[in-house]
């Protein structure tokens, strides 16, 4: 079957081609959900730490500080170990901000880019984010209450995820801000998905 | 959690697979039941498998690579125009997506590839098509609109392999 040969290897030559020009968003997300994990365990690491070294200063000392004590040596290279993981976060962080920059400049600086990379993550991809309405931008990550709202008419929720942006955290009327924000933020992912002047 | 194409056949089907068969997989996913119908068509058969996520597709080209009668496709199969040229005419059809128009989506592909008396066969996930109905209802209106285009062989439940999930063997007229 000659022919049956070569369709299998253009085909597999043309998917190689395909995976390797996919935009990054799987990368962004990626990146995101890595960074989240270990800094939720620097945090975890860190109290277990502080514990340990109560038992024997009898008191709480900042990470640095406990690496280069000498009460026991699997306690410094412990201490030394998260220290080496807080540098992790950093980088990771570092990287997420360029990728977001070269993907979605616009929406990178309307939100900051972990909030960004959070709504590209729960929409999906960049081009979902994009097609979104901002009212559903704006209550991402709060559908719980959304659908409880709608079932038992109790008061709708006012942001979901955008939540962690200061603009927001900081206004007098959190409902206003978010409004506000979600309408940005739409604006900025349809301009990066779809080009300047097309919307 | 094993295969639907081997949990159909301890449940006693039998399926519609033989040598030399070209069969079009949809929703192939990793590759295992995919590996399983290579086998079944042998050397001279061919298998065209498409998928939709980048995710899975890493994966199922490594799979592809190994074995000689197997092609990796990255389209969505509820555009299968997207697809039509890259494609012969099959022998068999074997869906297995988890998608709200199943039917829908058997129904363009089974029209337009389907070899006359050729074999299609669905794994129909009925908490996809409706989450709160039960699962016979779903499967009733399932199989009435597969009545309109093709002919219904044969069908199964796929418990206690999986839940909610029923393999049916349709002949195209």
């Not at chain 1, 081009?127 to 990550?141: D, N, T």
């Not at chain 2, 022998?91 to 590839?113: H, L, P, S, T």
Request: aromatic share 8%; charged share 30%.
């Amino acid at each position: 079957m000659p022919k049956f040969r070569e369709l299998r290897e253009l085909h597999i030559a043309n998917t190689k081609e395909k995976l390797s020009k996919l935009p990054d968003d799987f990368l962004i997300i990626s990146v995101l959900r890595a960074g989240n994990e270990v800094s939720r365990n620097v945090k975890t690491l860190e109290l277990r730490l502080k514990e340990w070294y109560m038992y024997y200063s009898g008191k709480e000392d900042r990470v640095e500080n406990i690496a280069e004590s000498n009460f026991d040596k699997n306690l410094a290279d412990f201490a030394s170990e998260i220290m080496a993981l807080t540098k992790l976060h950093e980088n990771l962080d570092s990287y997420l901000l360029s990728l977001m920059k070269r993907r979605c400049p616009k929406l990178t600086s309307v939100s900051n880019h972990v909030l960004g990379a959070r709504l590209i993550a729960y929409a999906g991809s960049l081009e979902k984010l994009a097609r979104m309405p901002s009212s559903k931008i704006q209550l991402l990550g709060a559908e719980k209450a959304l659908f409880r709202h709608l079932k038992s008419g109790n008061k709708p929720p006012k942001y979901g995820i955008i939540y962690m942006h200061e603009s927001i955290m900081n206004s007098e009327n959190k409902g206003q801000a978010a409004r506000r924000l979600a309408s940005k933020i739409a604006i900025a992912a349809r301009q990066d998905f779809y080009g300047v002047g097309r919307i | 959690m094993i295969s639907k194409l081997i949990s159909a056949q301890k449940n006693g089907l039998k399926i519609p697979i033989k040598k030399r068969d070209v069969v079009l997989y949809l929703g192939a996913s990793h590759g295992v039941t995919a590996k399983v119908i290579s086998q079944k068509v042998g050397p001279n058969g061919f298998i065209f498998c498409i998928d939709v996520s980048p995710r899975v597709m890493m994966k199922l080209v490594k799979v592809c690579e190994e074995y000689d009668n197997m092609a990796p496709l990255l389209y969505d199969a509820n555009k299968p125009e997207l697809y039509k040229k890259q494609i012969t005419k099959v022998d068999v059809i074997y869906q297995d997506v988890a998608q709200k128009n199943q039917v829908e989506i058997f129904r363009k592909n089974v029209e337009m590839f389907l070899k006359k008396y050729g074999y299609a066969i669905l794994v129909l996930k009925t908490k996809s098509i409706d989450v709160v109905k039960d699962k016979k209802e779903v499967l009733e209106l399932a199989l009435k609109e597969l009545k309109e285009f093709v002919e219904v062989v044969d069908y199964a439940d796929l418990s206690p392999y999986h839940r909610e999930h029923y393999f049916i063997i349709c002949r195209k007229e």
